[in-house]
């Protein structure tokens, strides 16, 4: 079992930055490929980022590639999102997910194989 806490999120301008962290509990972490998704209202759900269970491979949306970095410190339970040079479409509630054993411990994109997700965190770019 693992849970999943995000923080970070906030309002910020367009051009701004924010960095998303996300604490996960268990001593299992560092098995786990990680993901961030965002939902914005009345969208679905969409992949942001993943990364694998070491760190040393990472995955980007086209939208996001270039301005987000995913990253994660194993020893510290957490994996992290910075968010440069925001857009207004870049708002959403953001979550991270811990991607099921079953499959990999490489990085995905599909949210059907994250099985442990966090409560989200508000993310608001105003233009």
């Known amino acids: 079992q693992v849970q999943l806490v995000e923080s970070g999120g906030g309002m910020v301008q367009a051009g701004g930055s924010l960095r998303l962290s996300c604490a996960a509990s268990g001593r299992t972490f560092s098995s786990y490929a990680m993901g961030w998704f965002r939902q914005a209202p009345g969208k679905e759900r969409e992949f942001v980022a993943s990364?694998?269970?070491?760190?040393?491979?990472?995955y980007y949306a086209d939208s996001v590639k270039g301005r987000f970095t995913i990253s994660r410190d194993n020893a510290k339970n957490t994996v992290y999102l910075q968010m440069n040079s925001l857009k207004p479409e870049d708002t959403a509630v953001y979550y991270c997910?811990?991607?099921?054993?079953?499959?990999?411990?490489?990085?995905?994109?599909?949210?059907?194989?994250?099985?442990?997700w966090g409560q989200g965190t508000q993310v608001t770019v105003s233009s």
């Open positions: 997910a811990a991607r099921g054993l079953y499959y990999s411990r490489s990085y995905s994109s599909r949210d059907y194989e994250y099985v442990y």
């Open positions: 990364i694998n269970w070491s760190g040393d491979s990472t």
